[in-house]
């Protein structure tokens, strides 16, 4: 049961770091407002590479998860990072 809770955690950690990770590159890079530049990627098929970048900071949540010897959180985080993935290609599918 400890176990669990601690991917959970990993998990909610990964999606939270990918969202932020997606917002923080929008505000570096775009000069449209979020909602903007999401409708954009959206128009333009490139939101796929929007996710993509915003998952850079699942690294950080893993590597540094595994560095504090959190093995199961790390698992989370990976969980967090292939369900991005999918999103990612029902995008490009669809």
């Given at each position: 049961?400890?176990?669990?809770?601690?991917?959970?955690?990993?998990?909610?950690?990964?999606?939270?770091?990918?969202?932020?990770?997606?917002?923080?590159?929008?505000?570096?890079?775009?000069?449209?407002s979020?909602?903007?530049?999401?409708?954009?990627?959206?128009?333009?098929?490139?939101?796929?590479?929007?996710?993509?970048?915003?998952?850079?900071?699942?690294?950080?949540?893993?590597?540094?998860?595994?560095?504090?010897?959190?093995?199961?959180?790390?698992?989370?985080?990976?969980?967090?990072?292939?369900?991005?993935?999918?999103?990612?290609?029902?995008?490009?599918?669809f």
């Open positions: 049961m400890k176990n669990r809770k601690e991917v959970l955690i990993g998990l909610v950690v990964g999606l939270i770091a990918n969202t932020f990770g997606t917002l923080l590159y929008i505000l570096i890079f775009s000069d449209l979020i909602s903007e530049t999401f409708n954009a990627a959206v128009k333009q098929g490139h939101v796929g590479s929007l996710l993509a970048l915003g998952a850079i900071l699942n690294l950080i949540a893993f590597f540094g998860f595994l560095r504090l010897k959190r093995d199961y959180r790390a698992r989370g985080v990976l969980i967090a990072t292939l369900i991005t993935a999918l999103v990612i290609l029902y995008y490009k599918i």
